[in-house]
């Protein structure tokens, strides 16, 4: 969507996935007042109360599930590290982290496809569909990892070898190399 005009402060009964595409806003988040820009990623908890104010030219995407969206989805994704750091709520009732550049068009280019998939209702694509969303989860869960995660702390260079392995998983990778 691309807006305009400001979305007062509201509340949710379901998780708020936000991709910012491009344009500016201002993002009331809970107690947090924060500039938006493009290839920021917000993730809503159910009952956390955010609005946006002067949005120009603020093209986003909102995605709404369910709050058991990783039980919900139909893949088990619990070896993801990140994901359940995101998407189960705990004392943080949103979590926010911004996109590079190459994430960025990668999130673009498998909303596209969500998107087609969802016009197209048909229930061969419904499989589809949730494939790309936990396409689309495990980059949100990466790029998380890769901002939050001290990379001198345990899971910070365990997540490092894990990203590593899943980006050269075609070659012949060593104990010692990892």
């Given at each position: 969507?691309?807006?305009?005009?400001?979305?007062?402060?509201?509340?949710?009964?379901?998780?708020?996935?936000i991709i910012v595409f491009g344009g500016k806003a201002t993002h009331f988040i809970g107690d947090e007042v924060t500039a938006v820009s493009k290839g920021d990623v917000f993730v809503?908890?159910?009952?956390?109360?955010?609005?946006?104010?002067?949005?120009?030219?603020?093209?986003?995407?909102?995605?709404?599930?369910?709050?058991?969206?990783?039980?919900?989805?139909?893949?088990?994704?619990?070896?993801?590290?990140?994901?359940?750091?995101?998407?189960?709520?705990?004392?943080?009732?949103?979590?926010?982290?911004?996109?590079?550049?190459?994430?960025?068009?990668?999130?673009?280019?498998?909303?596209?496809?969500?998107?087609?998939?969802?016009?197209?209702?048909?229930?061969?694509?419904?499989?589809?569909?949730?494939?790309?969303?936990?396409?689309?989860?495990?980059?949100?869960?990466?790029?998380?990892?890769?901002?939050?995660?001290?990379?001198?702390?345990?899971?910070?260079?365990?997540?490092?070898?894990?990203?590593?392995?899943?980006?050269?998983?075609?070659?012949?990778?060593?104990?010692?190399?990892?």
């Amino acid at each position: 969507a691309l807006l305009n005009h400001n979305i007062g402060i509201h509340l949710h009964s379901c998780i708020e996935i936000i991709i910012v595409f491009g344009g500016k806003a201002t993002h009331f988040i809970g107690d947090e007042v924060t500039a938006v820009s493009k290839g920021d990623v917000f993730v809503i908890h159910p009952g956390c109360g955010h609005g946006f104010e002067d949005c120009h030219d603020f093209d986003h995407v909102t995605i709404s599930c369910s709050p058991q969206i990783l039980d919900c989805l139909g893949i088990n994704l619990s070896f993801i590290v990140g994901i359940r750091e995101i998407f189960t709520p705990g004392k943080e009732r949103f979590i926010s982290f911004l996109l590079n550049r190459s994430e960025l068009t990668d999130a673009q280019k498998i909303f596209s496809v969500m998107e087609k998939a969802y016009q197209i209702n048909r229930s061969e694509e419904k499989g589809n569909l949730r494939s790309y969303f936990a396409m689309l989860l495990c980059l949100f869960a990466q790029a998380y990892l890769l901002r939050h995660i001290s990379s001198q702390s345990t899971m910070g260079r365990i997540s490092k070898v894990l990203i590593y392995m899943n980006e050269h998983f075609k070659q012949d990778l060593s104990l010692p190399q990892l």
